[in-house]
């Protein structure tokens, strides 16, 4: 596989990170400790490079009805400077991917996938295009993006923009976004994030990613912001209770099967979309399995593909899990036998041949006070 490098790499490597691979990146792990990364996000702030997403732009009178056939919600019915969270699915109701898409106007969207799937989704979202007046254009080797999450997210992001645009800042709502120039780049600003902290993550040409990446760095040190590697953002969104595309999400799962039935519009959007007659027949039969939350009841942590179990028997599959630093406790997502599914069920982890006891929750396990 090709060894790409976001724009910040030099950056990360100034700064001692350990490098992982991930959908073919050269991504930061982590810089110091992956537990004080994790803890920064959740009390002050963490700054992430998180170039290796993908940038589409869709653009062309039927972009909405073009988006409304592509993927499996309502797009065209985002308002301007909106955000929403969907899914591109493939004939058979597979999800190839999860996205976030930001309506610009009624002829300007940007789709921004997944890291690895981001070609695959460009390549998808294209092919899907020929009989719509659209035109669909990734951008995502020119663009990087850099977050910055935690409660004093807010705070650094007014220090480092003009007084007059203060209150594109503070009164951006969650999934909502502004064109706003921050530390004097021009960016995209949106409140979204994955982390389930307040934050916003910044689009900006990938010749603005070191000076801006230096400026947010330089502005959130009296607040206490770090750089944030992979192993933080895995162990945040766990928490958060956010799925990972090839942990929770496959083409091997349908949306019902992970909990995001409401993402799929099966009901307010008229005429056919990709997938549309195989997840109404997937919803009609139901799903043998599905996402949970379990919390550990001792101290070890189940991990993914390891063995679910209830009186000995197999009856479902870690996706992900490890010790929840915010909580303290083990936490993993899960898929188990549907009769299994309801809050205070008992089951073990098998942790290499030893049982460990969870019992199925809720989802998210940490939601922040608001």
């Known amino acids: 596989m090709t060894e790409n490098y976001t724009a910040l790499y030099e950056e990360h490597k100034k700064l001692g990170a350990s490098f992982t691979d991930f959908g073919g990146w050269q991504m930061p792990l982590k810089y110091s400790s992956e537990l004080a990364e994790h803890h920064a996000v959740r009390k002050s702030a963490g700054l992430f490079d998180l170039s290796h997403m993908g940038e589409v732009w869709v653009t062309g009178p039927e972009a909405g009805a073009f988006l409304d056939y592509a993927l499996v919600g309502k797009l065209s019915a985002i308002a301007d400077g909106k955000a929403k969270y969907s899914l591109i699915c493939n004939a058979d109701g597979g999800i190839i991917d999860d996205l976030i898409t930001y309506r610009f106007g009624d002829e300007k969207y940007l789709v921004v996938p997944n890291a690895g799937n981001a070609p695959t989704v460009a390549a998808a979202l294209a092919e899907r295009a020929a009989d719509f007046d659209v035109e669909v254009e990734n951008v995502s080797a020119e663009m990087s993006l850099v977050a910055v999450q935690g409660p004093k997210a807010e705070a ?3 220090k480092l923009t003009d007084e007059s645009q203060h209150a594109l800042v503070t009164d951006l709502k969650y999934y909502a976004f502004n064109e706003v120039t921050v530390a004097g780049h021009d960016v ?17 040409p990938n010749d603005g990613a070191a000076p801006l990446w230096a400026s947010v760095a330089e502005a959130g040190a009296e607040f206490g912001i770090v750089p944030c590697g992979l192993a933080s953002r895995d162990s945040l969104r766990l928490e958060a209770g956010m799925p990972l595309y090839g942990n929770e999400l496959s083409l091997e799962r349908s949306p019902f099967d992970a909990g995001l039935g409401p ?11 990709v997938g549309r007659s195989a997840l109404e027949a997937a919803k009609e039969a139901g799903s043998e399995r599905k996402l949970v939350g379990l919390k550990g009841l001792g101290r070890r942590a189940g991990r993914g593909h390891y063995p679910v179990l209830k009186d ?9 899990g490890q010790p929840s630093p915010t909580l303290g406790y083990p936490v993993a997502m899960a898929y188990v036998d549907v009769a299994l599914t309801e809050p205070g069920t008992a089951l073990d982890i098998d942790l290499r041949g030893k049982a460990e006891p969870f019992e199925v929750v809720a989802l998210p396990f940490y939601k922040r006070q608001k």
């Not at 000995?312 to 992900?320: A, P, R």
């Open 156 to 158: 650094i992001l007014l």
């Open 188 to 204: 995209i600003l949106a409140r979204t994030g994955y982390t389930g902290e307040d934050g916003f993550e910044l689009f900006v």
């Open 263 to 273: 993402v799929v519009a099966l009901k307010s959007k008229e005429g056919d979309f």
């Open 312 to 320: 000995g028997v197999v009856v479902g599959e870690v996706t992900s």
